[in-house]
């Protein structure tokens, strides 16, 4: 039987006087102690028990009885003074910026704003009107207060998605070897790519409508994207020989969901005649196997792109568009996290993560490409512009908007 109320009042009156005088290390032991003995279960309540100021009573004589008095609360002042360091002019200049790049969060939206400082000041469309004084401002904001000033800006506007994959034939499955895993190498050497499609079928897949292709690079995060007409085999096939035609690396393998448009015979016999590209598959209804390419599915396609339905040649037109202005700024100017490790503490899981990169720096790092390959890439980089490509991008989404409303106004 555990320790009563009382008794847990006074073993935190005297263990709080000395867990506030500890130093750091000292804090963790007197607090692994001091759970044990109490049987709190919640480690953070116990920081807060220990952590708050013992508040001294006062014995006082009132009508001939004694009588214990606690002292008042000292109430924080409402209306503080003080200059806001980020003046609503700084706010909205943040706020351009941030619908600029498509809502990115505050961990994302910092490396952005200053790595690419440059040209935003001085680009002229669109003008976000940024003087030396607003451009210190922006370089020097946090992650966290980006979240903190955006946060009534921000807007729950997801959609729900639709999964329209279907099996390929059981004798093609028995062919392709599954993986459920990589490696330490191989989550580090460029290469391993995995492939899916999105389908732009808004809520039904009867007819034929448009899909998207999406390839991601396991170790550096590099994302293509090719628009498909229909979920015809030699549309996949055709967009899989150009991934590893325009890819700046070598691809080493890839690896798909078990949908049909990956597993057939065209794909098979493709995968024969290369012979040194391997094709391996996920576990029916295991999404996590195909978890890299998952990610950009949300991240990218329905982000950028949405969930409407897409099913005629101007629209299909509109989306390469997109895609082709998009993928260079993903893959050289736009950072992303990853995971390094997951651990587990009781039913918690804490997910650590890396300094948000672009790809491009991933790759320029990787000690598995040639320095000739690094240099190629350099100088691709140095014809971008990359408010340039951003503002194409809102342009081709804007087109892509217009024909489909197009089309559904014709339609009614």
């Known amino acids: 039987m555990g320790l009563t109320m009382k008794a847990k009042k006074e073993v935190t009156e005297q263990v709080r006087d000395r867990y506030q005088k500890a130093s750091r290390k000292e804090k963790t032991a007197i607090l692994n102690e001091y759970i044990q003995t109490t049987g709190y279960t919640n ?29 008042e609360k000292k109430k924080r002042p409402k209306n503080r003074k003080g200059r806001p360091l980020y003046t609503e002019e700084v706010i909205c200049r943040l706020r351009k910026i941030w619908a600029f790049y498509w809502y990115k969060c505050g961990k994302y939206l ?40 955006l946060r009534s800006d921000k807007a729950a506007l997801r959609g729900k998605g639709f ?27 460029p290469g391993f790519m995995q492939i899916d499609t999105v389908h732009h079928c808004n809520v039904s897949d009867s007819g034929e409508f448009a899909l998207t292709l999406t390839a991601a690079d396991v170790a550096s995060g590099w994302v293509e994207l090719f628009p498909l007409p229909n979920k015809a085999h030699k549309w ?14 070598p691809l080493v393998e890839l690896h798909s969901d078990n949908g049909s448009e990956f597993i057939n015979h065209d794909t098979v016999n493709w995968r024969d005649v290369t012979k040194t590209l391997l094709f391996t598959r996920s576990r029916p209804r295991h999404k996590n196997d195909n978890c890299f390419v998952e990610q950009k599915n949300g991240a990218v396609v329905r982000n950028y792109v949405g969930y409407a339905r897409f099913d005629t040649d101007k629209e299909l037109s509109a989306m390469a568009k997109v895609y082709k202005s998009l993928c260079p700024l993903l893959n050289f100017f736009i950072p992303e996290k990853k995971l390094l490790r997951k651990t587990a503490h009781g039913s918690k899981t804490i997910k650590t ?6 790809p491009f720096q991933r790759l320029m790092e990787s000690p598995h490409l040639s320095q000739e390959l690094k240099d190629r890439l350099a100088g691709q980089r140095a014809l971008l ?18 024909a489909h409303k197009a089309k559904v106004t014709f339609s009614k």
């Open 353 to 358: 993560y890396d300094r948000p990169k672009t």
């Open 236 to 249: 996949a096939l055709e967009a899989m020989q150009s991934l590893r035609a325009s890819l700046p690396f």
């Open 110 to 149: 910092a490396p952005i704003i200053r790595e690419q400082m440059p040209f935003l000041e001085t680009h002229s469309k669109p003008d976000f009107r940024i003087t030396p004084e607003i451009k210190e401002k922006l370089l020097k904001i946090s992650p966290a207060q980006i979240d903190r000033r």
């Open 163 to 189: 999964n329209g994959t279907r099996l390929g034939e059981a004798a093609l499955l028995k062919r392709i070897p599954v993986r459920t895993h990589y490696s330490d190498s191989e989550r580090e050497m």
């Open 385 to 402: 512009n990359p408010v340039d490509l951003q503002y194409a991008v809102h342009i081709a989404v804007r087109a892509l908007l217009d």
């Open 43 to 71: 480690r953070k309540y116990a920081i807060r028990k220990l952590g708050k100021k013992a508040v001294k009573e006062v014995l006082v004589i009132a009508g001939g009885k004694a009588a214990k008095l606690k002292p």
